[in-house]
């Protein structure tokens, strides 16, 4: 009798019970925790958090561990938790310029006060696979400590910059109004940078990675450099209503850039570089970088360039760069679409005689 | 509390989330859309969309429609492909049954709240029913301009010239308008609207329904409406006007001649059989001892040599 589309709920409850017997693998092999999550696949905690927009190692490591380390589907998840969350306020922006260095690169100088630290960086490392790696050791690797501790002056290369007008100024907007906030209102156009920013900050890091690296081969090129690269922690500050001033709830770890790009002048102002800024949480430097580039690309207009390239199109980048968004759209082609496949099938079919009547009528003649 | 648990109320202890999911400011804003829906038919209102515990694409537009309205003492219904059955209906009516403790039903002159993908039931609706359809691309002329900017124009103007160059074009190329499904409609003779992916057989039903029907749009975060009562016209020409699908054959399991069909292939020689895609609709015919040339068994039946439609 007609089973083509009962049975669906017991699928459902199959399948769910199916993917957790999967999830959890054989059970002979011990289960992975999420401390383990957290402190050995840190920078899969430190993606999700970022595209998660939500700064918690816990949850975003037990998101993993759900998403059997499906980076995309763990964001997701941590997404949905997020907006259930109530809303005490809004924190004071962090400093950065007052950051724990851990990591501080500059490109554009060779050296420059407070001296550049590499920091925990893949970067000189050969890929080459580490073999030794592949059983577990109990010597715990140790790195040698510096005999002076990090410089607490780090003045931020940019500012550097500024300070001699070679730079434009990265300061907010006259007024200082709230920033949009894209996770209580629908996109709006044309976006400010402050939404522009939110939306990069939470967007795919594959897709921001990709649209930066159009514009360094030549699809809205902004001649980048990177300014500055820098990680560590910094103060999250709270000012209670009740109290009236601020009070420090913690620490976060984030990652910063600052490309400084192409310069622009005119008549009225003399040639100066411009500046593109990537955010994320953790040690996502990678991300921060695409999102410089983008930001500089979504830029254009405000700069007088021709909007020709994929990056430089403010629409086509905030709507497109959303995983949970794309994601989601792109899966729902799994599900039934019988009905309007129907439809199609009877309008071709019928499409298809009409062609073949014309084409008898026209032997006929 | 006592050491029975008690079902979800409006801070559950239970599920730990709120009545229907979302919170109440949440459901206020969205509920405050609606309002301004069906005070401008047609028109897409902007909602600050939430992310739901579903996909994005798997009906989170219409899901935070039906958690906004529902209460208690609904009933609800939830189709997909006109089916009770199908995987997601399942799984949506279960959400609800979950999250608000929703009296849910099959029988859509029962429900009170129907959601649904791509269909609408082939039972006339009443005025004390709300129908809240899942919709994936709000935008009607999104494949025509995917600038958003460009559409919000178009609509502002009613200039909509775009559109009826499309349907003239396929009409030069194809000899009909080649749109089957989510095929335009001018609601209330100003807005054109995107009916969801609904065949174009459902889209009469829109017009002067006494039901009142709500659209959203999770991951493109709008809501539009269709107040009771209201003209939707399908858009046509006066030499070519609009038509819906009809098949050459009846039910096979009902023998209904005017319900919209699903056509099920039977084996691999070309054996298929058309069915009621609203499977409730069929059920009830069945129920009345309405039958078709399929309703015993449609595997067993095509072998004995009966030839299906080929």
Not at chain 1, 20 to 30: C, I, L, N, W, Y
Not at chain 1, 236 to 265: H, K, N, R
Not at chain 2, 14 to 23: I, K, P, R
Not at chain 2, 239 to 250: A, G, L, Q, S
Request: charged share 30%.
């Amino acid at each position: 009798m007609y089973v083509a589309v009962k049975g669906g709920e017991t699928a459902i409850e199959n399948a769910h019970q199916l993917l957790a017997e999967e999830r959890r693998g054989d059970p002979d092999v011990a289960e992975i925790e999420l401390t383990q999550i957290d402190e050995q696949l840190g920078l899969a905690v430190d993606r999700v958090m970022t595209e998660g927009s939500l700064y918690d190692r816990r949850l975003a490591a037990l998101a993993v561990k759900q998403a059997r380390g499906d980076v995309i589907e763990a964001v997701f998840l941590l997404r949905a938790y997020r907006t259930t969350l109530p809303r005490f306020g809004a924190s004071e922006p962090i400093d950065t310029a007052r950051m724990e260095i851990r990591r501080r690169i500059s490109a554009t100088f060779k050296d420059l006060p407070g001296g550049q630290i590499l920091g925990p960086t893949f970067d000189y490392t050969h890929r080459l696979i580490d073999f030794d790696l592949a059983e577990p050791s109990d010597d715990a690797p140790e790195a040698p400590l510096a005999e002076t501790p990090v410089n607490d002056a780090m003045p931020r290369v940019n500012e550097l910059l500024e300070s001699e007008g070679l730079l434009e100024r990265a300061a907010p907007p006259e007024d200082d109004p709230e920033p949009f906030d894209l996770t209580r209102e629908p996109m709006s156009f044309p976006a400010g940078r402050d939404q522009h920013l939110q939306n990069l900050a939470r967007g795919d890091e594959g897709f921001l990675l990709a649209l930066g690296y159009s514009t360094q081969r030549g699809f809205g090129r902004n001649h980048p450099f990177a300014g500055e690269i820098r990680m560590g922690e910094v103060a999250v500050e709270f000012v209670p209503e009740e109290l009236g001033f601020a009070v420090e709830l913690g620490d976060i770890t984030v990652s910063e850039c600052q490309m400084v790009t192409q310069f622009t002048g005119s008549k009225e102002a003399p040639p100066q570089f411009t500046q593109g800024y990537g955010l994320a949480f953790g040690f996502c430097e990678r991300k921060t970088m695409a999102m410089a580039l983008v930001d500089r690309a979504l830029r254009a207009e405000e700069f007088g360039e021709a909007v020709e390239y994929p990056a430089q199109d403010s629409e086509f980048v905030l709507y497109h760069s959303d995983n949970v968004e794309a994601q989601g759209f792109v899966s729902h082609l799994k599900l039934p679409h019988y009905v309007d496949f129907q439809a199609e099938l009877t309008l071709v079919r019928r499409l298809r005689a009409d062609y073949e009547q014309a084409h008898r009528q026209e032997a006929a003649e | 509390m006592s050491a029975r648990k008690r079902k979800t109320r409006h801070d559950d202890g239970e599920t730990g989330y709120n009545f229907a999911y979302l919170d109440e400011q949440t459901k206020r804003m969205i509920r405050r859309c609606i309002l301004k829906a069906v005070a401008v038919p047609g028109y897409q209102v902007p909602f600050g969309s939430r992310e739901m515990p579903l996909p994005y694409g798997w009906g989170t537009g219409g899901i935070q429609v039906t958690a906004s309205i529902i209460g208690r003492n609904d009933m609800l219904k939830v189709i997909d492909q006109g089916s009770d059955d199908t995987t997601n209906a399942v799984s949506i009516r279960a959400f609800f049954a979950k999250t608000a403790d929703v009296a849910t039903t099959e029988e859509t002159s029962k429900a009170s709240v129907i959601q649904t993908r791509h269909r609408i039931p082939e039972r006339k609706l009443r005025a004390d029913q709300i129908l809240v359809y899942q919709v994936p691309i709000p935008e009607p002329l999104r494949f025509l301009e995917p600038r958003e900017t460009e559409c919000r124009k178009v609509h502002a103007y009613s200039e909509y010239g775009v559109m009826q160059v499309k349907l003239y074009e396929d009409i030069a190329r194809y000899g009909r308008i080649t749109t089957a499904y989510a095929y335009p409609v001018r609601v209330d003779d100003r807005y054109i609207m995107d009916p969801s992916p609904i065949p174009k057989f459902d889209n009469p039903k829109m017009d002067n329904s006494p039901a009142l029907q709500l659209f959203g749009a999770g991951r493109e975060k709008r809501i539009y409406a269709i107040p009771p009562y209201t003209t939707v016209h399908s858009l046509d020409f006066e030499d070519h006007p609009f038509d819906v699908e009809t098949w050459d054959e009846p039910c096979g399991l009902c023998g209904a001649t005017d319900s919209f069909l699903d056509e099920i292939i039977l084996d691999d020689q070309g054996g298929r059989m058309f069915a009621c895609s609203d499977s409730n609709f069929c059920t009830a015919r069945r129920a009345d001892g309405h039958t078709g040339q399929f309703a015993e068994d449609p595997i067993e039946e095509s072998r004995k040599g009966e030839p299906a439609h080929v």
